[in-house]
């Protein structure tokens, strides 16, 4: 593994130098899903843009998003206004975005996995890397711009079951049962993934994240060969074009795993999920790898003193290693703003 990056340079950016290893005297800040339903004016670029998917496609508009956040918040980065089911799209899957529903895809059998087309998939995904053009002029030098794709396994979830489930249970028996097809199709994700980070980071990303969000539920077998395994030919793809390229991984619910997902993948940083316990970071987690995470995003709806304490919690156990503040998982709509802006100044030891 190559996480270690030995003197890094500083580069003036907090929120990148933490992940590079450099501690900041306090934690920078980004919030997963900063650009979204809780903000009126997110609400408002989206009911323009018609369609969710033409959101992400039109530059303009996905650069505004991306920028929103910051303007209200004193944010240390910016994350591309984008999804994880661009990369299905582009590949040739029907992906639609309902009203209120969230994602929904036709979904895959063998043969829509082999009918897959990846040959013109980054040119499809041009509109996105223009949007990274766009932040990239309109941004402080001294914040970060986050890029980021789904991991192959999260993806394919969907492309299997044709939308979100607690269980994941279509694409854990597709897998169980067709080993070959599967395979073939998280080796595309692999690859198609890698060529959209290098293309991400070419147009000006900083860092970027892979989001495994349904890294729950699975036996240690299945998350060695379709979390670890794909996660780190992903990392080790990307850095054959950028050496040394920082990248987060954030397994969500990998629990048990999470040490050896650190420990085989390579990531730069480790995102933490909030049913993990603070003690088993410190305990378990080797000092030099900087973590990202851990606030419950329902504290941050209820607010107040419980919300105050817990991000000081967080904060002290992780004051011996680079630590990217964060929430364990995506904000939620019904997030009150004012708490928000409440928590920022806390990291930031503003109040
Ligand atoms: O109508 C709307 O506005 C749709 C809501 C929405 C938004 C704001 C979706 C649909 N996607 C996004 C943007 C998005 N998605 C971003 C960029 C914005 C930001 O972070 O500021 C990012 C990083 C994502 C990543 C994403 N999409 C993930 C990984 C993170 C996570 O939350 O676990 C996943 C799983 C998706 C799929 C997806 N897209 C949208 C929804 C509602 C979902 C989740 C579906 C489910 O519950 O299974």
Redesign the pocket.
Known sequence: MDRQISSPQATGKPLLDTALGIKQPTPPIWI??????YLPE?RQV?EKAGG?LN?CYTPTMAAEV?LQ?LRRFDLDAA???????VIPDALGQTVR?A?GE??ILEPLDPAGIAALDPTNALEKLSPVLETIDRVKLALSPNKTLIG?C?APW?VAT?MLGG???SDQAKARIFALEHPEAFSALIDMLVEVSAQYLVAQFRAGADIV?I?E??ALNLDEEFFAAYVIEPNRRLVERVREFIPGAPITGFP?GAAGMLKTYAEQTGVSVLGLDYALPLGFASDTLPKSLPVQGNLDPLRLVAGGQQMEDRARKIIAAFADRPHIFNLG??IVPQTPIENVARLVDLVHGRV
């Open positions: 997963m899903r900063q650009a979204g339903r997110y989206r969710f959101l991306t956040p994350i591309l206004f984008s999804d994880i089911l975005f009203e969230g994602p980021f789904g999260t969907y939308r979100g489930s994240q989001f969000s349904w969500r998982h995506g």
